[in-house]
């Protein structure tokens, strides 16, 4: 019988009003609206929570940066005011430096390649260093390959790319990497990064299609180049306050429910992968698919010696070479 009925039941035949199953709100926020793919990945978690706990925790959603930055949102959940954030890696390394190796530049073949380390031991062991920095991590859920955007000129080769002022975010792999481009990075947080490029503080950016399309980027951005440079992950993140306070059973609840996040995120991901191309050169953006790829690895290479000096050679190859 369901628990609603029983509850009416048991308080009709006592005459005693029986409390109400109390609800706990779980306040979750993320970067781009709703009907993105952090959207979509938050909208299973939510779901999935209510429907694995008979509506005794119900999330509170907080959509297209509402609560600030990334960076913003993480401190918030280590401060409590925040419940949980889907949140790509970008400033997540500034508090796991563990996550700093997945940020590398041209780390991952392909999306199948990124799945199937972050799924495996590497992500997984990642995964175990959040808790003495006063964060849980869930699941990897994902942003996506990121691309380059400007304002100025087609980029094919790095030299094209030389001197442009672009956004990064807060993390210093992509700007050790992006420098070896010739490029001037401004890391900033997202919630600035659309007024910048309008106003042209900045000349680019670079992020995945999802998040082009989302934040709706062809306004302000002429040019699109399928650098792919960077696989940028995403993780929903939690704090053990809020963990802590779970049954085993809930707690089960909320880490199945981050995992089906993780697949709808991942399908929304390709989803806007195959269609957004298009979409973006109907709203007047020109794009460059076929760029010089091999000229930004042979470009970056002075950064992978630095890469290499501070997460070891063997850990970088061991996800290069993971199959
Ligand atoms: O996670 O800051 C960024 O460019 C991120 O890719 C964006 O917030 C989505």
Redesign the pocket.
């Given at each position: 019988m369901k628990l609603s009925k029983l509850v009416i039941g048991l308080s009709l035949a006592t005459g005693f009003a029986v409390p109400a199953m109390a609800q706990t709100i779980v306040k979750i926020g993320?970067?781009?609206n709703a009907a993105s793919h952090?959207g979509v990945g938050s909208t299973v978690f939510c779901d999935e929570v209510e429907k694995g706990t008979q509506a005794r925790y119900k999330c509170q959603q907080f959509p297209s940066?509402a609560l600030g930055?990334?960076r913003e949102m993480i401190e918030a959940v280590q401060l409590g005011t925040l419940d949980v954030v889907n949140?790509?890696t970008?400033p997540v390394g500034n508090f796991v430096p563990e996550v700093k190796i997945v940020d590398i530049p041209f780390l991952f073949r392909d999306y199948d390649h990124a799945r199937l380390v972050m799924d495996g031991p590497i992500g997984q062991d990642i995964l175990t260093k959040f808790p003495t920095k006063g964060l849980v991590a869930l699941a990897w859920t994902e942003?996506g390959f990121?691309h380059m955007t400007n304002s100025k000129r087609p980029i094919v080769k790095p030299t094209d790319a030389a001197g442009l002022k672009m956004r990064t975010?807060e993390n210093k792999v992509h700007m050790d990497g992006y420098r070896t481009f010739g490029i001037l990075p401004t890391p900033m947080?997202?919630p600035e990064?659309f007024g910048a490029l309008q106003q042209g503080t900045v000349d680019g950016?670079?992020?995945?299609i999802p998040?082009i399309l989302a934040s709706k980027f062809s306004q302000v951005q002429k040019h699109l180049s399928l650098t792919g440079h960077v696989y940028?992950p995403?993780l929903l993140i939690t704090s053990p306050r809020l963990i802590g306070k779970l049954s085993e059973p809930d707690k089960k609840v909320f880490y199945e429910a981050a995992k089906k996040a993780a697949v709808a995120q991942r399908k929304k991901v390709n989803e806007d992968e195959a269609n957004g191309i298009a979409q973006l050169e109907k709203e007047g953006m020109t794009v460059v698919s076929k760029v010089d790829g091999q000229g930004f690895r042979d470009a970056l290479k002075p950064a992978y010696a630095g890469y290499a000096k501070e997460f070891g050679a063997d850990n970088i190859r061991k996800i290069q070479e993971a199959k």
């Amino acid at each position: 019988m369901k628990l609603s009925k029983l509850v009416i039941g048991l308080s009709l035949a006592t005459g005693f009003a029986v409390p109400a199953m109390a609800q706990t709100i779980v306040k979750i926020g993320y970067a781009t609206n709703a009907a993105s793919h952090y959207g979509v990945g938050s909208t299973v978690f939510c779901d999935e929570v209510e429907k694995g706990t008979q509506a005794r925790y119900k999330c509170q959603q907080f959509p297209s940066s509402a609560l600030g930055g990334e960076r913003e949102m993480i401190e918030a959940v280590q401060l409590g005011t925040l419940d949980v954030v889907n949140t790509s890696t970008g400033p997540v390394g500034n508090f796991v430096p563990e996550v700093k190796i997945v940020d590398i530049p041209f780390l991952f073949r392909d999306y199948d390649h990124a799945r199937l380390v972050m799924d495996g031991p590497i992500g997984q062991d990642i995964l175990t260093k959040f808790p003495t920095k006063g964060l849980v991590a869930l699941a990897w859920t994902e942003n996506g390959f990121r691309h380059m955007t400007n304002s100025k000129r087609p980029i094919v080769k790095p030299t094209d790319a030389a001197g442009l002022k672009m956004r990064t975010m807060e993390n210093k792999v992509h700007m050790d990497g992006y420098r070896t481009f010739g490029i001037l990075p401004t890391p900033m947080a997202f919630p600035e990064v659309f007024g910048a490029l309008q106003q042209g503080t900045v000349d680019g950016q670079e992020n995945p299609i999802p998040v082009i399309l989302a934040s709706k980027f062809s306004q302000v951005q002429k040019h699109l180049s399928l650098t792919g440079h960077v696989y940028s992950p995403a993780l929903l993140i939690t704090s053990p306050r809020l963990i802590g306070k779970l049954s085993e059973p809930d707690k089960k609840v909320f880490y199945e429910a981050a995992k089906k996040a993780a697949v709808a995120q991942r399908k929304k991901v390709n989803e806007d992968e195959a269609n957004g191309i298009a979409q973006l050169e109907k709203e007047g953006m020109t794009v460059v698919s076929k760029v010089d790829g091999q000229g930004f690895r042979d470009a970056l290479k002075p950064a992978y010696a630095g890469y290499a000096k501070e997460f070891g050679a063997d850990n970088i190859r061991k996800i290069q070479e993971a199959k």
